[in-house]
């Protein structure tokens, strides 16, 4: 299930972005509790991505490199956590200089022996590749080592626990809610870590990264009382100019108040002149765009520069206040222009006949159907051609199958050329062609097949410094006024007339009229 851990793994991935735009943020704070907030932050970015990473990795040892990854920050949280706890709830004066680097023994040790677990096997006592029925997981027997870190974190976190649980008791008002969240997120990786612990995770997922972010999560809206989105100064970090996504940040007048370098790639009309213009009057050219900001509407994008396609997801969210006031609004740009073709070609491929590049007999079906539809409904005129290569096996037999495959792409290509843009053409069997003509009477099918059929007869395909020339046979059929006749109605009558051509000599078109009022099961 690719889909599966590619979503786990681009929501890991998000979780490390953002934890680490609060590292980035929280670190410039001239406050010793918010850097060491920031360190949290920043650990759990490391544990987040190379999760994220190890869980989308195809093989054993690219699992194991991206694990190795995880440890540069997964043996600091609980360190970084307790620290902060102890900070946060005024008792600094536990955090002796020795007290401090004591903290950080374990996590050091943890680290070099997961580093090193290959040898001694204290920490891993065994790695194997294995799969929860979903996507690959590594399955990890657990050393001694790895008790001792648990009941480490188990400690840390149990007190940080208490520490804020007891800031909430004693405190009031808006430092005694500040408490109840920062006890609430307290509380969020109990939900991963017990499980891991006892080897009973839900299919074998390390669900400690998404736990730990959400954590972070309510501590930033705690500490900073709801009002996390003052962006500007956010804004400018470097994470900020420099990701991939394009990011419009509006006020709650929808007036731009920054963006990034991402964003003036789709949008170069975002320049410093348009700061504080409203969002409607910079991006007005595009109705659809400005409607979705807006309305808050996801959509899909397409520009085009230098004649070169692109396509964004746009995707519009409030930021409120504790008070769910409206503080503004960010505008996230995302290029999904390798998912779309990959869809357009998927979508192609699934439609085409290999071969020849015309449709396929079930797609020609579908499309086929469509249009009977509407001619039924507006009592349109159409009419079927059914084309068949004469003595094709004989071209096999002297030529080769491929200079038969080389036959077949020629006469559907000259069909393509001789037929309107708004014609069906489809590859039905072996040498068999089938072509829908909308709003076509049968005497104007006539003269299309007619012409078909000289433009094929007097066409010389060259093979291997050979000519070849071939002749088809066509039915065709047809009706003024579509009334309630089925695909395979009209399909059939077509065919009769195709194998009345074959009787009276080949190289011919012969027809077929409808039978008024006729109604016949759909075609399967």
Same mark, same amino acid.
């Given at each position: ?21 609060i ?9 010793p ?10 650990a ?30 997964? +043996?600091? #949280?609980?360190? &970084?956590?307790?620290?902060?706890? *102890?900070?946060?709830? $005024?008792?600094? !004066?536990?955090?002796k200089?020795?007290v ?68 909430y ?12 969240i920062?006890?609430?997120a307290?509380?969020? +990786?109990? #939900?991963?870590? &017990?499980?891991?612990?006892?080897? *009973?995770?839900?299919? $074998?997922?390390? !669900? ?49 108040i ?13 320049q ?46 409030k ?31 699934a ?49 080769g ?9 020629a ?57 070849i020339?071939v002749t088809v046979?066509?039915?065709?059929t ?13 399909l059939?009558k077509a ?30």
């Open positions: 299930m690719e889909n599966i851990s590619a979503l786990l793994s681009g929501i890991l991935i998000a979780s490390a972005l953002l934890t680490f735009f590292f980035v943020y929280a670190f410039r704070l001239n406050n509790g918010a850097k060491t907030f920031s360190f949290l932050c920043l759990n970015a490391f544990y987040s991505f190379g999760y994220a990473m190890e869980i989308y990795s195809a093989g054993f040892n690219q699992m194991l490199l991206w694990n190795a990854v995880q440890y540069i920050g997964l +043996p600091f #949280l609980p360190a &970084f956590w307790i620290v902060f706890a *102890i900070q946060y709830s $005024g008792k600094e !004066y536990l955090l200089p020795f401090k680097s004591g903290i950080f023994i374990i996590p050091v040790i943890t680290l070099i022996l997961r580093y090193t677990s290959n040898l001694n096997h204290l920490y891993y006592a065994n790695v194997q590749y294995n799969s929860n029925y979903l996507f690959p997981v590594l399955f990890i027997e657990k050393g001694p080592w790895y008790l001792v870190h648990g009941i480490y974190m188990s400690a840390c976190v149990i007190y940080g626990n208490y520490l804020y649980l007891l800031q008791k004693k405190s009031t008002g808006t430092i005694r809610r500040q408490s109840l920062m006890f609430t307290s509380l969020f +990786p109990w #939900l991963a870590y &017990f499980p891991d612990l006892l080897n *009973i995770a839900p299919f $074998g997922i390390d !669900y400690g990264p998404f736990a730990t972010t959400l954590s972070c999560l309510l501590f930033l809206i705690a500490l900073l009382k709801y009002q996390l989105l003052n962006l500007k100064p956010l804004a400018r970090e470097k994470v900020f100019a420099s990701t991939n996504d394009g990011i419009i940040v509006l006020d709650d007048n929808y007036r731009i920054d963006f990034n370098l991402s964003a003036v790639a789709v949008f170069p009309v975002l410093e002149n348009v700061i504080s213009q409203n969002v409607q009057m910079v991006l007005g050219t595009n109705d659809k765009l400005v409607d979705s900001i807006l309305n808050f509407r996801e959509i899909q994008y397409e520009s085009a520069n230098d004649n070169i396609k692109n396509y964004y997801n746009v995707k519009t969210v930021i409120l206040n504790r008070k769910n006031w409206v503080l503004g609004f960010i505008v996230t740009i995302t290029n999904i222009t390798k998912y779309v073709e990959s869809m357009e070609k998927l979508s192609f491929l439609s085409r006949d290999a071969l020849t590049g015309v449709y396929n007999r079930r797609y020609f079906v579908e499309l086929g159907s469509r249009e009977l539809i509407r001619a039924s409904r507006y009592k349109h005129a159409l009419s079927f051609i059914i084309l068949d290569l004469d003595f094709f096996k004989n071209i096999n037999d002297h030529f199958h491929q200079a038969g495959d080389a036959v077949l792409k006469v559907a290509g000259i069909c393509q050329k001789s037929i309107r843009s708004i014609d069906i053409i489809g590859r039905f069997g072996g040498e068999e062609f089938v072509i829908f003509l909308p709003e076509t009477r049968l005497e104007e099918c006539e003269v299309i097949a007619n012409r078909i059929l000289m433009n094929i007869e007097t066409a010389e395909i060259l093979y291997d410094e050979e000519f020339k046979s066509m039915g065709i047809g009706t003024n006024s579509v009334i309630n006749e089925s695909l395979d109605y009209f059939k065919d009769q007339a195709l194998y009345q051509a074959k009787s009276d000599g080949r190289n011919c078109v012969r027809s077929t009229e409808l039978e008024p009022d006729i109604s016949v099961s759909s075609l399967h």
